[in-house]
Every structure is written in C-alpha cells, then in structure tokens.
C-alpha cells in the first residue's frame, strides 16, 4: 500500500510570492491533514479537510488556505509569503472520523525557503 | 487549551540501555494518545496509539507504552534500546470533539551509542 505522497520535496521562494504544495493520501482514506514544522516551533496544525470540506482550521491567518478535491488529494496555499513561513510542511492522512479511524499517516513532507 | 509536554530533549544512551521517554498532557475528557518517530532522512511513522482498553499498549520494533489516566501521562519505554533507534519521538495527543488536530509535543532526539 502506497503511502502519503507529497510534492514538491523542495520549494524556493520569494517574500510576497505564493506557494502551492500538493498531497495525495493513502487510497481509501478522505481525511488529509496539514501541519507545519517551523524550526523551535514543534508541529502545529494547519488545516484539516474531509469529504472535500474544510473541517478546522489551526491558528494561522487567512493567508493559509487549502482545498481537497474529489478523489481526496489536497492542495496548500500559502500567499504573501513572509520569512517565518519557511517550515517543513507535513500532510497527513486518516480514514475519516470515529474510533479507530483517526490514526493519521505523515508525508515525507515539503520544505519551504523562503528568501 | 491542550498542551503535551515531553521532558527530555535529548537522551543520549548506550546499546542495550532501557528507555524511557516521558509524556504528559493536559486536557480532562477522553483521549487518543500517540507516539511518532522520525528517523534521520525518514518521515514521520506511527510507533504505537492507544484508544482504549488496556492502558499498556504495544507497538513496532519492541516499543511499548502505558497510559496513566490519573497522572495523565503517557511514557514510551523499550528495555533494550539499539544504534537503529537513534531518532526523534514525539508525544502526541487528539483530544475529544470534532477537530481531529494532533497537538504534538516538542519532540526529543535519542542518540544510542554502539
């Protein structure tokens, strides 16, 4: 069973430019998760999706946004990039929701720079 | 708000050491409780979760876990640790409700020594 992919491995950019970040999840699973892991900051939850709806949603500004799409990949989104955001973003996947259906699975992950 | 906190940031420990690896968390209704290594250049993997039930779960590679609900803990140990355990763990709890989130804690980096 193939497990969660992520894409870009890399990402380089600017301050004010756009990032998009792409994740695909373990076949049969709806739910995809977003975290970022910023150097001395831990991982901290972004966004979660399910069913193609955003679910919740972590504190981060609006700038953060992201979309699933029907056959439950998930896209990231994050605009007027600052220094700050340059993080290993890591997406995860899950079955759904209820008992024992909520383990998630992790990404190799994308990691930004931006300069 | 939930936190968890792991108390070691570094262990360094020799081949053949017994680990242990401290978690508590806060947050007073039902919980799932995980442990999540990363290895070096490898993403993060599921080590073990407990749900519910026995509160002494077991997980790959010789890991195992026991909840403590009245210290509201979670500790990782293996009697028996290896070189190819050298990597980070991290605590992670989902409490209850309709969000889902993991809240990790900050992680602590295992160095074994051969």
């Known amino acids: 069973e193939a497990g969660v992919t992520q894409s870009p491995t890399h990402l380089i950019k600017t301050r004010g430019q756009q990032a998009t970040l792409r994740c695909s999840p373990i076949?049969?699973?709806?739910?995809v998760y977003w975290y970022q892991q910023a150097l001395g900051l831990g991982l901290q939850f972004l966004l979660w999706?399910?069913?193609?709806?955003?679910?919740n949603r972590g504190n981060f500004p609006p700038r953060f946004s992201g979309r699933q799409f029907p056959n439950y990949s998930s896209e990231l989104n994050v605009n007027a990039l600052e220094l700050e955001d340059s993080a290993l973003y890591l997406c995860?996947?899950?079955?759904?929701?209820?008992?024992?259906?909520?383990?998630?699975?992790f990404g190799p992950g994308t990691r930004l720079l931006v300069l | 708000a939930q936190s968890v906190s792991q108390h070691n940031h570094h262990v360094i420990l020799s081949e053949a050491a017994s680990l242990e690896l401290g978690c508590n968390y806060s947050?007073?209704?039902?919980?799932?409780l995980f442990w999540y290594v990363q290895y070096p250049g490898q993403h993060l993997q599921l080590l073990l979760k407990?749900?519910?039930?026995?509160?002494l779960v077991k997980g790959i590679k010789g890991f195992e876990a026991e909840f403590i609900k009245s210290k509201f803990s979670f500790n990782l140990r293996k009697p028996s640790v290896q070189w190819s355990d050298t990597a980070e763990y991290f605590c992670?709890?989902?409490?209850?409700?309709?969000?889902?989130?993991?809240?990790f804690g900050t992680g602590t980096l295992l160095a074994v020594q051969p």
């Open positions: 995860a996947s899950s079955r759904g929701q209820g008992p024992q259906q909520e383990t998630q699975y």
């Open positions: 076949s049969g699973h709806t739910s």
């Open positions: 999706y399910d069913e193609g709806e955003e679910r």
């Open positions: 947050y007073g209704g039902t919980v799932n």
């Open positions: 407990y749900f519910s039930g026995d509160p």
């Open positions: 992670a709890v989902k409490g209850g409700g309709a969000t889902n989130k993991l809240i």
